[in-house]
């Protein structure tokens, strides 16, 4: 694996710093640290069953189980707010992450207001793109036009239904009282679509969401992506790492590309995850990038130049160590 360009000064403190739970053999430049995971357990928490956490999350856990001492599952979950809670509650051990919602945490804002949680990341990975699909027949051309209309927000404490709230406030509206929401999972939210029991949905996810596709393919031109980059200043204002996007057309068979809003994900442990174990991890992603990528193509926009861009949420010192080795 190629090094990441890491300050000297910091990467010397994360190497003081190491934990227990494995094996750290460090140069005597104290940078090329060859990390071992020590023999054990670990869980990490996903997402929705249709989405790609599950996807990417189960393909971790293998790579996780075949190359190092540890043992991995993964399960499935309503994603990053009740991961983020799990997590720090000793649930899990690895959970997925929206960065936006992950900066909640460790600020004590949102969902976590007034308690900062002690939560860390190994690495930035793929972005997930909001997808806002509507019925045809719905009349909605605009998040400001969901008002009274039947809308699946995503599953309870889950990073979709984060950003849905935030796109609906920055529209002006008032989302408990001005949109029929519905809190549905995305296997629910896409029945609800075929059933016309729903006139859209606000999903967060890479690309393709098995869920999407199938929708958009059974389907077809009964439903459609709506432009919500308009917004995007608005969501700016609440957190900066929201940013433009696009879904291209061939993603779902669309006729033409979609702008859209999007946010990094990450992957997330406690601050007193062993050192040596997240070292591993965090290498593991990218030495066997490309078997990700066999298991979703999400995981090619695993960039490792980004790897270490996490603020606000503090890197964990064995990444650190990855990314100097």
């Not at 098995?210 to 389907?219: F, G, P, R, W």
């Not at 490309?290 to 064995?318: M, N, Q, S």
Request: charged letters at 20%; one cysteine or more; hydrophobic letters at 40%.
């Amino acid at each position: 694996m190629r090094s990441w360009k890491v300050p000297v000064a910091i990467l010397a403190v994360a190497l003081v710093a190491a934990g227990c739970g494995g094996k750290r053999a460090a140069s005597d430049t104290g940078t090329g640290a060859a990390c071992e995971a020590a023999e054990g357990r670990i869980t990490i928490a996903t997402g929705n069953s249709g989405g790609v956490y599950y996807v990417v999350g189960g393909g971790l856990a293998k790579l996780i189980s075949d190359n190092t001492k540890l043992k991995a599952t993964a399960a499935e979950t309503g994603a990053s707010v009740q991961n983020i809670q799990q997590l720090v509650a000793g649930d899990y051990d690895v959970a997925f992450s929206l960065a936006d919602t992950a900066a909640d945490a460790v600020n004590g804002k949102g969902a976590f207001d007034g308690k900062p949680q002690q939560v860390q990341a190994l690495t930035r990975l793929y972005p997930n793109y909001t997808q806002v699909v509507v019925r045809a027949s719905s009349g909605i051309n605009s998040i400001a036009d969901l008002k009274g209309k039947r809308i699946s927000t995503g599953s309870p404490k889950s990073g979709t239904e984060v950003i849905a709230n935030r796109l609906l406030a920055a529209a002006g509206l008032d989302p408990e009282k001005d949109v029929e929401a519905q809190r549905l999972d995305l296997a629910k939210t896409a029945d609800g679509m075929k059933d016309g029991s729903l006139d859209g949905l606000v999903w967060s996810g890479g690309l393709p969401t098995a869920q999407i596709t199938d929708l958009t393919t059974s389907l077809k031109d009964q439903v459609r992506f709506i432009d919500i980059t308009p917004l995007l200043p608005k969501l700016k204002e609440v957190n900066p790492v929201y940013d433009k996007g696009t879904i291209p057309a061939a993603t779902y068979g669309q006729a033409a590309d979609v702008p859209t809003v999007v946010v990094p994900n990450v992957l997330l442990v406690k601050a007193d995850f062993p050192d040596a174990n997240a070292c591993a991890i965090t290498k593991l992603v990218f030495d066997k990038k490309a078997d990700l990528e066999k298991v979703h193509p999400a995981a090619r926009d695993i960039v490792e130049e980004k790897a270490a861009l996490t603020d606000p949420v503090p890197l964990h010192a064995g990444s650190l160590d990855a990314f100097g080795g």
